[in-house]
């Protein structure tokens, strides 16, 4: 197993950036794909980025692309989330997640570790 724990989540304003760090313990972090999901009240977990266990492969939902990085550093055991040019649609909890199989995903139900979310909320 694997243990997620998000942080960097707060209030911004518009057009503003942001960094999410999500540290890892457990098992073996450099055998997991990693990945960045966002939610809002009474709607689903959207994909936002993924990254693979080696870093050489990023992924990004259209919404984000541009905006958002995603990066990771194995020797630490975490992953990151740069955002900028924030806009209030961006709002939202956004969880860390994890994944040991060969193929990066973005469906949320392939990812089977998960952290506890931090919030970023978007003023206009």
């Known amino acids: 197993q694997v243990q997620l724990v998000e942080s960097g989540g707060g209030l911004v304003q518009a057009g503003d950036s942001l960094r999410l760090s999500c540290a890892a313990s457990?098992?073996?972090?450099?055998?997991?794909?990693m990945a960045w999901f966002r939610q809002t009240p009474g709607k689903e977990r959207d994909f936002v980025a993924a990254?693979?266990?080696?870093?050489?492969?990023?992924y990004y939902a259209d919404s984000v692309k541009g905006r958002f990085t995603i990066s990771r550093d194995n020797a630490k055991n975490a992953v990151y989330l740069q955002m900028g040019s924030l806009k209030p649609e961006d709002t939202a909890v956004y969880y860390c997640a994890a994944d040991a199989s060969r193929l990066v995903w973005q469906d949320r139900a392939r990812y089977g570790y998960w952290g506890q979310g931090t919030q970023v909320t978007v003023s206009s």
């Open positions: 457990g098992r073996t972090f450099s055998n997991y794909n």
């Open positions: 990254i693979s266990w080696s870093g050489g492969g990023t």
